[in-house]
């Protein structure tokens, strides 16, 4: 199908058309022509030619001042990289025709709505053969071919993922493709993989993907950990089982985000626990948005990461489950059991060692503001200083995580008192990070190696930072104030076993 078009994609195409030649046929494809149609922001330009994809992009990037990279040089493909002061970065990939025209190239695409393509010439043609337009509208997700999983298993989770984002219905047939195709996710790189998972942990509805991908038998080949969740009872006052607990806490933790953003919503605000959570956390909105905004990686999001904690925050659970006499289920140390299980997820995924550091220490210690809230007092200055000498930053993660945890374990029956008494400890947990760091997280140093070693007389070796990290707890305990005390605070652990002192 072809038709004359004004629809606008993004201005920089216009400046694109300026620099090549009117005799060369250019189309912008995909996602960008799909995005204009719904009016969403556009980022990412794909845009096809019949030959010499890598020459047109080099061209583009000097006459633009971009940065030029021969994305893959094998399939003749180039990327352009605008950096922009007033914006972010715009991406610009230029590719050859796969297959004999452009109308093979569409019709051996993904899905219809992003088998469309316009050209960056007057008039504008907008050829879109396999009926995408009608599918955007009609909110339907359609494969292109009976091959398009075969081809590319990593296309089940992006169907995944555009149905979720798009709020689109996937077609039966399309849905039965998937299911057949769903084994061959093994054959797919781990960057590929990666890439498509945490893309769906970055969209609205993530329980419902989560649900989606198990449904299809896609979850057991992405994510096997997860699989031996289903089935595992969970005593009181947990509501559901192990599974179903972990895509509540997805809805959950989407609630508390939402809730605490960087702008107060009232309706999503509504209710005695939300409002609640708003009077005592609302003040932290501000430093709730900064920290989600700082990903440990530019590709990928840091709301994406915390997504990924939430769905194996549990999952030593059927690796630990025992009865007590009493009758009674418990699951000791499965928070160790999940943190090594995230690892090495982690690890197979390719992510990054910091990404891999926050996963691990957000999983082993996400029971502990639990842990807190269980003892009925304020945490003393003691254990706040501990928290974060063990979780630094992840400790915020952890109290957005915690928060999510008690909502999904009582449900409906939360009490609350229970509740409020959660958020208490929440709250001096954040004010400690956020307004007094310098008293309860990191105090000041009074006192360093060489001065135990000269003023007490000490040797070098493990004891000395023993005992520098005795006397800085002391400190945001409030027991030591001045270089004085710290020393005579650190002579009266000299000759003491520290690894026996609570």
Same mark, same amino acid.
């Given at each position: 199908?072809?038709?004359?078009?004004?629809?606008?994609?993004?201005?920089?195409?216009?400046?694109?058309?300026?620099?090549?030649?009117?005799?060369?046929?250019?189309?912008?494809?995909?996602?960008?022509? #799909?995005?204009?149609?719904?009016?969403?922001?556009?980022?990412?330009?794909?845009?096809?030619?019949?030959?010499?994809?890598?020459?047109?992009?080099?061209?583009?990037?000097?006459?633009?001042?971009?940065?030029?990279?021969?994305?893959?040089?094998?399939?003749?493909?180039?990327?352009?990289?605008?950096?922009?002061?007033?914006?972010? #970065?715009?991406?610009?990939?230029?590719?050859?025709?796969?297959?004999?025209?452009?109308?093979?190239?569409?019709?051996?695409?993904?899905?219809?709505?992003?088998?469309?393509?316009?050209?960056?010439?007057?008039? !504008?043609?907008?050829?879109?053969?396999?009926?995408?337009?009608?599918?955007?509208?009609?909110?339907?997700?359609?494969?292109?071919?009976?091959?398009?999983?075969?081809?590319?298993?990593?296309?089940?989770? #992006?169907?995944?993922?555009?149905?979720?984002?798009?709020?689109?219905?996937?077609?039966?047939?399309t849905l039965e493709q998937m299911r057949q195709d769903a084994h061959r996710i093994p054959q797919v790189s781990a960057e590929r993989l990666r890439d498509e998972l945490f893309r769906i942990l970055d969209t609205p509805r993530t329980a419902a993907s989560m649900r989606a991908l198990d449904m299809l038998g896609a979850l057991a080949y992405a994510l096997p950990e997860l699989i031996s969740l289903k089935n595992i009872d969970q005593p009181p006052p947990h509501v559901l089982d192990a599974w179903h607990h972990t895509l509540d806490i997805l809805q959950k933790l989407e609630t508390v985000i939402d809730v605490?953003?960087? *702008?107060?919503?009232?309706?999503?605000?509504?209710?005695?626990?939300?409002?609640?959570?708003? =009077?005592?956390?609302? #003040?932290?909105? *501000?430093?709730?948005?900064?920290?989600?905004?700082?990903?440990?990686?530019?590709?990928?999001?840091?709301?994406?990461?915390?997504?990924?904690?939430?769905?194996?925050?549990?999952?030593?659970?059927?690796?630990? +489950? @025992?009865?007590?006499?009493?009758?009674?289920?418990?699951?000791?140390?499965?928070?160790?059991?999940? %943190? +090594?299980?995230? @690892?090495?997820?982690?690890? /197979?995924?390719?992510? @990054?060692?910091?990404?891999?550091?926050?996963?691990?220490?957000?999983?082993?210690?996400?029971?502990?503001?639990?842990?807190?809230? /269980?003892?009925?007092?304020?945490?003393?200055?003691?254990?706040?200083?501990?928290?974060?000498?063990?979780?630094? *930053?992840?400790?915020?993660?952890?109290?957005?995580?915690?928060? %999510?945890?008690?909502?999904?374990? !009582?449900?409906?029956?939360?009490?609350?008192?229970?509740?409020?008494?959660?958020?208490?400890?929440?709250?001096?947990?954040?004010?400690?990070?956020?307004?007094?760091?310098?008293? @309860?997280?990191?105090?000041?140093?009074?006192?360093?190696?060489?001065?135990?070693?000269?003023?007490?007389?000490?040797?070098?070796?493990?004891?000395?930072? /023993?005992?520098? *990290? %005795?006397?800085?707890?002391? /400190?945001?305990?409030?027991?030591?104030?001045?270089?004085?005390?710290?020393?005579?605070?650190?002579?009266? =652990?000299?000759?003491?076993?520290?690894?026996?002192?609570?």
């Open positions: 199908m072809s038709r004359r078009s004004p629809l606008p994609v993004h201005p920089i195409i216009d400046r694109v058309r300026a620099v090549l030649p009117e005799s060369l046929p250019v189309h912008v494809v995909g996602g960008a022509v #799909r995005d204009a149609f719904l009016n969403r922001p556009v980022h990412d330009i794909d845009f096809i030619v019949e030959e010499n994809a890598l020459e047109v992009a080099r061209r583009v990037a000097d006459e633009l001042s971009g940065a030029f990279y021969p994305l893959d040089p094998v399939r003749n493909t180039g990327r352009v990289v605008l950096e922009r002061a007033e914006e972010n #970065r715009l991406t610009l990939d230029f590719a050859v025709y796969q297959g004999s025209s452009l109308d093979d190239d569409l019709r051996a695409r993904d899905f219809t709505i992003n088998a469309m393509a316009r050209d960056v010439h007057p008039p !504008y043609s907008l050829l879109d053969p396999l009926g995408g337009l009608m599918d955007l509208r009609h909110k339907r997700l359609r494969a292109c071919s009976a091959t398009t999983f075969t081809t590319d298993p990593v296309r089940i989770l #992006r169907g995944i993922r555009l149905a979720s984002d798009f709020k689109l219905r996937i077609l039966p047939e605490l953003g960087s *702008e107060h919503d009232p309706e999503a605000a509504a209710g005695f626990h939300m409002g609640l959570m708003v =009077l005592r956390l609302g #003040r932290f909105r *501000e430093h709730f948005y900064a920290h989600l905004k700082a990903a440990l990686n530019p590709n990928r999001s840091h709301r994406s990461l915390l997504f990924m904690a939430a769905l194996y925050h549990d999952a030593g659970k059927p690796l630990t +489950k @025992s009865v007590g006499e009493d009758g009674r289920i418990h699951f000791y140390e499965h928070e160790d059991v999940g %943190a +090594k299980l995230v @690892s090495s997820r982690a690890r /197979q995924l390719h992510l @990054s060692n910091a990404e891999l550091d926050r996963l691990h220490t957000i999983v082993k210690h996400h029971m502990r503001p639990l842990w807190l809230a /269980q003892t009925g007092n304020p945490p003393s200055d003691r254990a706040i200083y501990r928290f974060f000498r063990d979780t630094q *930053e992840a400790g915020v993660d952890i109290c957005l995580l915690s928060l %999510a945890d008690t909502l999904a374990t !009582y449900g409906p029956t939360l009490p609350q008192d229970v509740w409020a008494n959660h958020l208490n400890i929440i709250r001096s947990l954040l004010e400690a990070w956020w307004e007094k760091p310098g008293e @309860s997280v990191s105090p000041p140093a009074l006192l360093t190696g060489h001065d135990l070693i000269e003023k007490l007389g000490m040797k070098p070796g493990p004891k000395i930072g /023993q005992i520098l *990290e %005795a006397v800085r707890e002391a /400190q945001a305990s409030n027991k030591v104030h001045t270089r004085s005390e710290a020393l005579k605070y650190a002579e009266k =652990l000299k000759d003491k076993d520290l690894e026996s002192i609570d």
